[in-house]
């Protein structure tokens, strides 16, 4: 039955090419996320696994 | 982590528990062992056949991937469920959610690898790479796999630290990714109580399972050992890792492209060519996420590669991260068509896969295996001396591995390729090509024999350090309960300061990643499910007959997809050597597909009318009297054993079920077909003074290698 209606989806390039889009605006919006993040709030994070407070 | 809005509440006590993880630390010792030993066995098996000891139950194609499994499911398994036990709990700073379902995990895990060793060497096989385990096995994986889930997820959200350390986002994406990757793969039809037929056939079976079997690489091999370099390598180095943000960064991104890489399994195969090039392209934008790890694990080290030259938990942890990087470079290089065109079917991925299983897991399991063991045991390792002994065997062992199996790969792939100036083939005789290569072979089995030295010197080192301690199986902690309401104490500035919002919030976190997951696997695989316009059907490709189907599951049943391919790459060297290329439509009716991922003897796509019926039986019995020379173990018990056809009615049944146009009633009559397709090639070896009875298993066997590759050879 799926079958049928995957048969009907016409030009199936466009699968890769939006998921390509997709992945860049994603990896641009981490890249912008990250490099703003608070110093402190860093450092706190990666001392997490040391227990140092 | 110092959390001003929770340093007001008054501090809880609770003790981690310990020997959950003292459990699956032992378990890892054992399997470890185990694993190896199994791949030792095999590895010498390529060099003198008679090590099979003529059993069907060691025979190479049988105890592969009981190899592999080992490996990587209870070895690697045990230990990321011992990494991630004892470092959840420190991150979390919570007892695990219930121990009840802790043991249940355990138990569970163990009971499902005492059933793979004994399935697996009894012939009940799916035969999908890493996923090879029958239907009943499957279910109980999930199962087990839920009841993990839950114990991980509870966990985390009865934490008493706000934030999600990154190792746990690694952790994360593998529970969430296994579940599904598992799930879609092991949709099948039961035939019998071990036997079933994949719901996908062919073209699409292969799609499916490789973008499992890449992605058993991705999340169990890597994701989970990357959240484990992540918490226990500063804890070795005592640093915190080089940089945070890059972690974040790169684990969105790998975890995004990891799942798409799967078709760079299946280059210059049947598989339609833009997922072929969805394949490289992806897997060549992965190095800059895996370099991203191991950078930050390398880099965590600046400063005091000093402690590197005392301590040999950070030497097997450096050689474990650089291993990791050398393995995620090479990868991409190997999906590169033209690569792959050389090192595809050859030693060479044996190379690879190892560089990844010896160097990055196995190196890594040991750092973590020497740190941890003191630790809860109270006290301080037995012998450093001992330890770094194990490094250097261990490292030569892979050098002694890795070198050799470079070497044979590429001298295959030039010796398959060889014309003379006249143009015909050089090595015409498949065997010669494997004679040139066996002593590779040997040594490698040596470079195997260095690095199982090790662990058992290890395993020898470990039991004397836990002797000289006690297990602490209650570690008493304390910290302040997380308030309900939270509020940050710094404010995020703009909607793109608020990604730590989304570390706070697990289920969320859950839920984005499996999206991630999934875009990639659907876009991956809903195309390709569309099989009138992407496989074209061929009208002279019928389904098996009943003899054939019988002969098609003893072939499955032995393993012989783990050494013979079943897919003749558009190259002029392979159809010289074995006929015309394969096409998608030839394999619309194989549930599973065989196309097999190594050539330690040659493709068998075309074998079908190659050679006379007498030929195979023969060879079957003893390969070396009609192939002086040959690796191939014999297989005597197939002339002996009767054919089951009591299952003939419900595997066609099954068959029908799943898309193959028999008849109705045709399982009816399916066994007199099956008895008259017998009858015909007994009377022909009978013919040539064989003593032999049309109900022997070999008959069937011989039905389908005869049938193989036929259905568009010119009659």
């Known amino acids: 039955m799926f079958e049928e209606y995957l048969t009907s989806i016409e030009n199936q390039n466009i699968f890769a090419i939006g998921v390509t889009v997709l992945f860049f605006i994603m990896f641009v919006l981490i890249s912008i996320w990250t490099f703003r993040i608070n110093k402190k709030y860093i450092k706190d994070m990666e001392n997490l696994p040391l227990d140092k407070k | ?261 799967g078709p760079h399994h299946l280059l210059y195969s049947a598989l339609p060519d833009w997922a072929q090039s969805l394949g490289t392209v992806f897997s060549i934008m992965l190095i800059a996420p895996s370099w991203g790890g191991m950078i930050n694990g390398l880099l965590t080290l600046r400063g005091a590669w000093d402690k590197v030259r005392d301590s040999a938990i950070l030497k097997f942890m450096v050689v474990a991260v650089t291993a990791y990087g050398m393995a995620t470079f090479e990868g991409p290089m190997l999906s590169l068509k033209n690569v792959n065109a050389i090192a595809h079917f050859t030693d060479w991925i044996i190379a690879h896969v190892h560089i990844g299983a010896l160097g990055w897991n196995g190196f890594l399991t040991f750092g973590i295996l020497y740190w941890l063991v003191p630790k809860l045991y109270n006290t301080d390792l037995y012998s450093k001396k001992l330890a770094n002994f194990h490094f250097w065997i261990g490292f030569l062992g892979i050098l002694f591995y890795a070198i050799p199996m470079y070497w044979s790969g590429i001298t295959q792939s030039l010796m398959w390729k060889q014309f003379t100036p006249e143009g015909i083939l050089q090595y015409p005789n498949f065997l010669e090509t494997v004679l040139q290569i066996k002593p590779m072979y040997f040594i490698r089995g040596i470079g195997g024999l260095f690095y199982f030295a090790g662990v058992i010197v290890m395993v020898y080192n470990l039991i004397k350090t836990a002797k000289q301690g006690s297990l602490i199986a209650e570690e008493e902690a304390e910290a302040p309960a997380l308030s309900k309401t939270y509020s940050e104490t710094i404010k995020p500035k703009a909607i793109f300061a608020r990604h730590r919002i989304l570390e706070r919030r697990p289920v969320q976190f859950m839920l984005l990643s499996l999206v991630l997951v999934l875009i990639g696997g659907l876009v991956e695989i809903i195309p390709t499910m569309a099989i009138k316009s992407n496989i074209p059907t ?48 030839e394999y619309v009716y194989d549930h599973p597909f065989t196309w097999g991922s190594k050539r330690t003897g040659p493709d068998l796509h075309r074998e079908g009318l190659k050679y ?15 192939s002086p020379g040959s690796i191939m173990p014999p297989y005597p018990w197939i002339h002996r054993q009767v054919l089951d056809i009591s299952t003939t009615e419900a595997k066609i049944n099954a068959l029908r079920s799943v898309g193959v146009p028999y008849e109705i009633g045709y399982e009816k009559i399916a066994n007199t077909d099956l008895q008259q397709q017998a009858d015909i090639i007994t009377k022909d070896l009978q013919k040539q003074g064989l003593d032999i009875t049309s109900d022997k298993e070999i008959i069937a066997l011989i039905a389908y290698l005869q049938r193989l590759g036929t259905d568009i050879k010119p009659k």
Not at chain 2, 539 to 566: F, N
Not at chain 2, 612 to 626: A, G, K, Q, T
Request: hydrophobic share 50%.
């Open chain 2, 612 to 626: 006379p019926n007498l030929w195979h039986y023969l060879h079957m019995d003893d390969p070396r009297s009609v």
């Open chain 2, 538 to 585: 061929i009208a002279s490709v019928k389904p098996y007959t009943p003899l054939e189907l019988q002969g098609r599951d003893i072939y499955i049943r032995e393993g012989c997809l783990g050494c013979h391919s079943q897919l003749v790459r558009p190259f002029r060297s392979e159809t010289e050597r074995y006929g015309e290329y394969s096409k998608a439509g």
């Open chain 2, 1 to 261: 982590m110092s959390n001003s809005s929770t340093e007001n509440f008054a501090l809880e006590k609770f003790s981690y528990d310990n020997k959950i993880v003292r459990d699956f630390m032992v378990a890892t010792l054992v399997w470890g062992v185990v694993g190896m030993l199994v791949g030792l066995l095999l590895a010498f098996q390529l060099v003198h056949p008679a090590l099979s000891f003529n059993l069907q139950y060691t025979t190479f194609g049988r105890i592969r991937p009981i190899h592999t499994n080992a490996i990587i499911f209870a070895f690697v398994g045990n230990a990321i469920f011992m990494g991630i036990y004892y470092s959840l709990q420190r991150l979390c700073k919570a007892r695990m959610f219930s121990d009840l379902l802790s043991k249940i995990h355990f138990w569970g895990w163990q009971s499902i690898i005492v059933l793979a060793a004994l399935t697996l060497s009894l012939g009940f096989t799916s035969s999908k790479e890493y996923a090879e385990l029958e239907w009943p096995i499957d279910i109980l994986i999930a199962l087990v796999w839920v009841i993990f889930a839950i114990n991980f997820f509870g966990t985390i959200l009865k934490r008493r630290e706000r934030h999600l350390y990154v190792a746990i986002w690694f952790y994360i994406a593998t529970v969430v990714t296994i579940a599904v990757l598992h799930i879609v793969n092991s949709i099948e039809i039961p035939v019998t109580l071990f036997k079933s037929y994949m719901v996908y056939a062919g073209v699409q079976d292969a799609l499916v399972q490789w973008w499992y079997g890449h992605n058993a690489v991705a999340f169990f091999l890597t994701t989970p050992y990357l959240g484990l370099m992540y918490y226990f390598l500063p804890k070795a180095a005592n640093r915190p890792v080089y940089s945070y943000k890059l972690s974040i960064v790169h684990f969105w991104s790998l975890i995004f492209l990891y799942i798409w890489a």
